[in-house]
């Protein structure tokens, strides 16, 4: 049976969503215990993993058949390409909810630690940027992806402030060194499901408006290089 492009566009939108939802509910649950230190909520995060991978395959087969069946322009073409990058996003946050999983049962024990660091702040902040990058697609709303690119600063500076809090608990008592270390890889992954929410609002923007602005700040102000660099 023959479909024509529109429709194709409209499956292809509809399984990104669907994936998106898994997604969420994926992160949703490990911030949950990452606040209340009820681990078992995490249950299921990995096997709903199989079911992102799932859509992940099929929404790159079917940008591919787009691609080669229609030759998509303007508008079509930049939403195939940026439901590529995004579905890619996507699948990433789906494996970081598990990573979180895991090295949060590794400092279950140490619930108090991970609000005192303020890492369940971090964690509400970058899960809030990610169901916010996700309506920003679903609502093609510019605005909204914008606030989202905003708030990584916020999430990026709570990094550094975790970061230098648990080191310095690793430095004062040597039995946090373990728990610590697991919450400091555990806050990395937090800070990059904040940069694909970030990847994904980005995304959008290139869809509706057109605009390329990945790696802005990076490159409008490249880092400067030392004068006598260390040999």
Do not use: W
Not at 160 to 168: A, N, P, S
């Amino acid at each position: 049976m023959k479909t024509d492009l529109n429709t194709e566009i409209e499956s292809l939108k509809t399984n990104l969503i669907k994936m998106a939802s898994i997604v969420d509910e994926q992160v949703e649950r490990v911030i949950y215990a990452l606040e209340t230190g009820e681990v078992n909520h995490c249950k299921g995060v990995r096997a709903r993993d199989l079911e992102v991978d799932a859509y992940d395959n099929l929404i790159q087969t079917q940008c591919e058949n787009l691609l080669t069946l229609f030759q998509p322009l303007d508008a079509n073409l930049r939403f195939i390409l940026s439901t590529l990058i995004i579905n890619n996003q996507l699948e990433r946050c789906g494996d970081i909810a598990i990573n979180v999983a895991q090295r949060l049962k590794k400092a279950e024990a140490h619930n108090e630690l991970i609000l005192e660091a303020r890492i369940y702040e971090m964690g509400q902040n970058a899960r809030k940027m990610l169901k916010q990058s996700i309506d920003s697609f679903i609502y093609q709303d510019s605005d909204l992806a914008m606030l989202v690119i905003q708030s990584d600063d916020k999430v990026d500076q709570l990094n550094k402030e975790t970061f230098k809090f648990l080191v310095k608990k690793m430095e004062t008592d040597v039995k946090l060194i373990e728990p610590c270390a697991h919450l400091l890889i555990l806050t990395r992954n937090l800070e990059r499901l904040a940069d694909h929410a970030t990847n994904i609002a980005e995304n959008l923007l290139f869809f509706v408006d057109g605009k390329i602005i990945s790696h802005r700040k990076k490159l409008e102000n490249p880092p400067k290089e030392p004068d006598n660099p260390k040999s």
